[in-house]
């Protein structure tokens, strides 16, 4: 079935310096939604991306979507204490179903 | 938020036991998801429903089962719980399948002890 990876599983940064996590799946997807988990916390959608290639910005927030649709990345420039959490990617299929990456745990030192 | 809550928040129980869990959303979403989570392993889902008894299995179905008699509520159960079974279990929902915003519960702390 469909996997899709995402690295790092943590990452520690100090405040003011940027961030990326990866997320990578073993098919070609139908389209990709970021999602954000604050400790304790519950699953927040932040974005979507359906198009080959498309970049989707939201303040400190880039989403990218891989040219072959089987890839993706969120960059958070100059990090904050408030982007502290966990982030999810989730690869759409043709059954109305996410398969959710591992998750990037973010962690920011003030 | 978004209308979806779960039942109970947190539930200890003995290894063998039955349990039921609950979630209910008020906004008339059509397709409902059960999913667990654990260290490291991300959202798996479990099973899902895409309208009243209308049901297919996830990645993670063996040991549960759901029913949906109503749009409104999905039912988790356990039918002998595990100890592989503890875990954090969230209920997602959506109007229109991998193409919408799935909203979540807050999600049900499960412990079979």
């Known amino acids: 079935g469909q996997q899709v990876m995402q690295i790092p599983q943590y990452q520690h940064v100090q405040e003011g310096e940027d961030f990326t996590t990866y997320c990578n799946s073993s098919?070609?997807?139908?389209?990709i939604q970021w999602y954000k988990q604050r400790p304790g916390g519950h699953p927040v959608f932040l974005i979507q991306l359906v198009k080959s290639g498309e970049v989707k910005k939201q303040k400190r927030l880039t989403f990218q979507f891989g040219e072959a649709k089987k890839n993706s990345s969120l960059h958070i420039t100059a990090t904050q204490t408030t982007d502290v959490g966990t982030y999810f990617c989730a690869g759409g299929n043709a059954g109305n179903m996410l398969t959710f990456g591992g998750g990037t745990r973010l962690m920011v030192k003030p | 938020d978004a209308g979806i809550t779960q039942s109970p928040r947190h539930k200890v129980t003995e290894t063998g036991t039955p349990v039921t869990l609950r979630c209910h959303q008020t906004?008339?979403?059509?397709?409902m998801y059960w999913y667990r989570q654990d260290p490291g392993h991300g959202l798996r889902l479990i099973h899902y429903?895409?309208?009243?008894?209308?049901?297919d299995k996830g990645e993670v179905s063996d040991g549960y089962s759901v029913s949906r008699s109503k749009t409104e509520d999905f039912l988790l159960t356990l039918e002998s719980a595990t100890s592989s079974q503890t875990s954090v279990y969230f209920c997602?929902?959506?109007?229109?399948?991998?193409?919408?915003?799935?909203?979540f519960g807050p999600g049900t702390r499960l412990t079979v002890l």
């Open positions: 997602g929902a959506t109007s229109g399948g991998q193409y919408n915003e799935q909203f």
């Open positions: 098919t070609t997807l139908s389209n």
């Open positions: 906004e008339n979403h059509r397709y």
């Open positions: 429903s895409y309208g009243v008894k209308d049901t």
